[in-house]
Structures are given as C-alpha cells and as structure tokens.
C-alpha cells in the first residue's frame, strides 16, 4: 500500500514539474532574447515521463521525467521592421509556441495531478480500514 503512495506522489511531483514547465513557456511566448540580453527567442520546453529498458524507472521516485527543449520546430517569423530585434530583413523571430496547445497541456497535467491525489486518498482510506479491521 505505500507503494501506491509512492508511486502518486513521484507523480505529483512530476506533473508539478510539467505544469511548471507549461507555464515558463505561456509566460515567454513572446520573449524575443535570452537570458544574456542577446536576440534569442525563447525556446519551448517539455517533460517526457520515462522507465529504462530493465523495466525500472529512473529519477527521483517512482515516476521518472526528464525536462526537453523543441529545437526541432523553428521559430515564427513576424514581419516588423520597426521592433529593436528584428534581423537584416525586418522579421522578429519569436519562440513556436502554440497557446492553445499550451493550455490542453495545462488541463491534461491538472486532471493527471487532481488523479494522483484522488488515487493517494483512496490509498490512505484502505489503509485507515484495513486499521479499523485489525482493532
């Protein structure tokens, strides 16, 4: 029974994470520089869950996540020649990041967190009864 406990609370931790990540990315959706000051755009980052290939799962608990930045989708290009960050040809070059993606992202890690401290609760009323049986 606590490693049902431990397996859901690696989980919590692992959708907080995501939901973190999630929401670095809404708030640099329009963030054109890194963090050096430098033409940049930010780029988009996620969280994979993992086990190895012997069946075990890695990181901090239970459930393992590894944090991925998107290089694979290129940045959007916005023409405006007057903006401090556009480049020779008058496009500003911001981070892909598709808000509404962002946010069906954001309801899916809510429900799976919301899940995970159901399944917790479930744990610890079996346990209480089990407690109650033995008395």
């Known amino acids: 029974?606590?490693?049902?406990?431990?397996?859901?609370?690696?989980?919590?931790?692992?959708?907080?994470?995501?939901?973190?990540?999630?929401?670095?990315?809404?708030?640099?959706?329009?963030?054109?520089?890194?963090?050096?000051?430098?033409?940049?755009?930010?780029?988009?980052?996620?969280v994979t869950f993992h086990v190895d290939e012997n069946g075990e799962v890695t990181g901090e608990g239970p459930v393992g996540f590894q944090i991925h930045v998107d290089q694979s989708t290129d940045p959007r290009r916005v023409y405006e020649p007057g903006h401090p960050d556009a480049d020779a040809d008058g496009y500003v070059h911001y981070p892909a990041i598709d808000l509404v993606t962002e946010f069906v992202n954001a309801l899916d890690a809510s429900r799976a967190y919301e899940a995970n401290v159901v399944a917790i609760e479930v744990s610890k009323d079996m346990a209480e009864r089990a407690l109650s049986i033995l008395a």
């Open 1 to 46: 029974m606590l490693k049902a406990v431990d397996v859901n609370t690696s989980a919590l931790v692992a959708q907080r994470q995501r939901m973190n990540t999630i929401a670095a990315n809404i708030a640099n959706v329009n963030t054109t520089r890194d963090e050096n000051g430098r033409p940049s755009p930010y780029e988009r980052r996620f």
